[in-house]
């Protein structure tokens, strides 16, 4: 079991470029999901996948926000133009269906602390 | 619209001493609870989940939460911390939509004196 796994862990950037972040999930989990934690605070949900469709996104999931999921494997979120506000660690978490996880247990990787300089 | 509390953003404790990070939840659904720990720069790990099972929940590292409906309560507990126990804790609830989402309180940092 490899865990949820995200890259890259750290990444410094300049106001108004472009970031991508990379989430691969826990094989067979058709679930994913996206958060983003500001220091001192907890997670906040921003997107979610169920196998390649977004079935549900955030108010906090500005213009500028993209998240994709092709093919239903891994999960890429890209910020356009970014703001010093979108400093934040994001969370990308993954979960199997609910017949095998009644609970809708979310396993979570390291996370992305990105920096907006 | 659902919503955690967890009182206290700072506790410290003793090592040996009894831990009580208090969470307390609004739903208008019965409710799946969590309780996850996060230390320095990682992610998330789950502790342990109530799934409307039995309202006493034990789970990893000496932890366990008890589910009291009444008082809207998820308080986590344990009986002697350890230094290693040191770490942000954050109590959670699944949402309302089939999603599956959490909604996540601010957070409990715990802090363990020797």
């Known amino acids: 079991d490899t865990g949820v796994s995200q890259n890259p862990r750290h990444k410094i950037t300049k106001r108004g470029q472009n970031v991508t972040f990379r989430c691969d999930p826990i094989?067979?989990?058709?679930?994913l999901y996206w958060y983003r934690q500001t220091l001192g605070q907890g997670p906040e949900f921003l997107t979610y996948?169920?196998?390649?469709?977004?079935?549900?996104k955030s108010r906090l999931l500005s213009d500028r926000f993209s998240a994709e999921r092709p093919k239903g494997s891994f999960s890429t979120l890209e910020i356009q133009r970014t703001e010093q506000g979108d400093s934040a660690m994001y969370l990308c978490?993954?979960?199997?269906?609910?017949?095998?996880?009644?609970?809708?247990?979310?396993?979570f990787g390291p996370g992305t602390r990105l920096t907006v300089l | 619209a659902q919503s955690v509390t967890q009182l206290g953003s700072h506790v410290s404790v003793s090592e040996g001493a009894l831990v009580l990070l208090r969470c307390n939840y609004s739903?208008?659904?019965?409710?799946?609870l969590f309780w996850y720990v996060q230390y320095p720069n990682q992610g998330l790990q789950l502790l342990l989940k109530?799934?409307?099972?039995?309202?006493l929940v034990k789970g990893i590292n000496g932890f366990e939460a008890e589910f009291k409906k009444s008082e809207t309560s998820f308080h986590l507990t344990k009986p002697s911390a350890h230094m290693s126990d040191a770490a942000e804790y954050f109590c959670?609830?699944?949402?309302?939509?089939?999603?599956?989402?959490?909604?996540f309180g601010q957070g409990t940092t715990l802090q363990v004196k020797p």
């Open positions: 978490a993954s979960s199997p269906p609910p017949r095998t996880s009644g609970s809708y247990e979310q396993f």
């Open positions: 094989s067979e989990h058709n679930r």
């Open positions: 996948f169920q196998n390649e469709a977004q079935l549900e």
């Open positions: 739903s208008s659904v019965p409710p799946y």
């Open positions: 109530y799934t409307s099972a039995a309202t």
């Open positions: 959670a609830v699944r949402g309302e939509s089939n999603t599956g989402k959490l909604i």
